[in-house]
């Protein structure tokens, strides 16, 4: 059915199917996963991080590696302040990165690549250092990560109203919301139960460039960059998130999940 898609059919499909709810138990995002031929997904995580967030890099890779269906592992680390900055996507790998991207208006950023099967082949999660004051909140650092990379696994929220459920994938700012809950480890059981016939993870090949610091805002450094990321269209906003989507090569299509900035910290 995706086969083909257009631009014009992917919005649909996304809106129609994954922003009919506020609040759901089964808070799978648009059912997008990894495409792998066997379980355990082995997932190649490239650590782009600062020492200032490395504790909670890895509380959360450790959070989401207590589900059965997922491995990620460490396969590389750069920290150099440009390579963050760019973030590049890098084929058959997760790259999670912090950096301060300006005054932009969003907190967090998860990006997948979707193939023309609507698999994942690459992803980001980015942590925007500029708005300091909010990540002196308790817990919002551990909640931030880890929700962004429970983004870029394939799960959506589960509330979308800022009400807790004490998971990292509320939008609360509860000092229990910082980590992935049993129900979050039920849902990737379910996005990982069936196997495929390729995979999509562990991949090599080329990166591409990152560096959106704003919705419309990408332009190549220099022209030995790789293409930067588009950050597309607008086709959900909610309180605290935007949905954006944008076509890529082979007839895939990139789709981003902004945590929004809360209006009292936009201006500190």
């Keep these: 059915m995706l086969k083909q898609a257009s631009l014009g ?10 922003f009919s709810s506020t609040a759901i138990a089964d ?3 648009n059912n997008y996963h990894w495409a792998r031929a066997a379980n355990p997904l082995q997932l190649k995580v490239i650590d782009s991080v600062t020492s200032n967030w490395q504790n909670e890099f890895e509380t959360a890779l450790d959070g989401w590696n207590a589900s059965s269906e997922i491995d990620m592992y460490v396969a590389g680390v750069d920290e150099n302040s440009t390579v963050r900055k760019r973030c590049n996507a890098k084929e058959g790998h997760m790259r999670i990165c912090n950096a301060s991207y300006g005054k932009n208006g969003w907190l967090g ?6 193939d023309s099967n609507a698999h994942i082949t690459k992803g980001i999660a980015k942590m925007n250092d500029f708005y300091q004051s909010y990540w002196t909140i308790p817990g919002e650092k551990n909640h931030v990560i880890c929700q962004e990379i429970g983004h870029v696994l394939g799960l959506g929220h589960t509330s979308e109203d800022g009400t807790s459920q004490g998971t990292c994938m509320d939008y609360s700012t509860d000092i229990n919301s910082q980590w992935p809950t049993a129900h979050d480890l039920e849902q990737l059981a379910l996005i990982y139960s069936h196997l495929d016939s390729y995979n999509t993870n562990g991949a090599t090949g080329s990166t591409t460039n990152t560096n959106c610091t704003e919705p419309g805002n990408c332009s190549k450094n220099n022209a030995a960059d790789p293409a930067p990321v588009p950050m597309g269209v607008l086709v959900h906003r909610g309180h605290h998130h935007e949905i954006r989507v944008a076509p890529g090569e082979n007839g895939g299509l990139w789709v981003h999940h902004i945590r929004l900035v809360p209006e009292e910290y936009l201006n500190q």
């Design 9 to 18: 059919n992917w919005m649909c499909l996304l809106v129609i199917t994954g």
């Design 27 to 29: 808070h799978a995002w």
């Design 109 to 114: 950023l998860a990006s997948v690549y979707l």
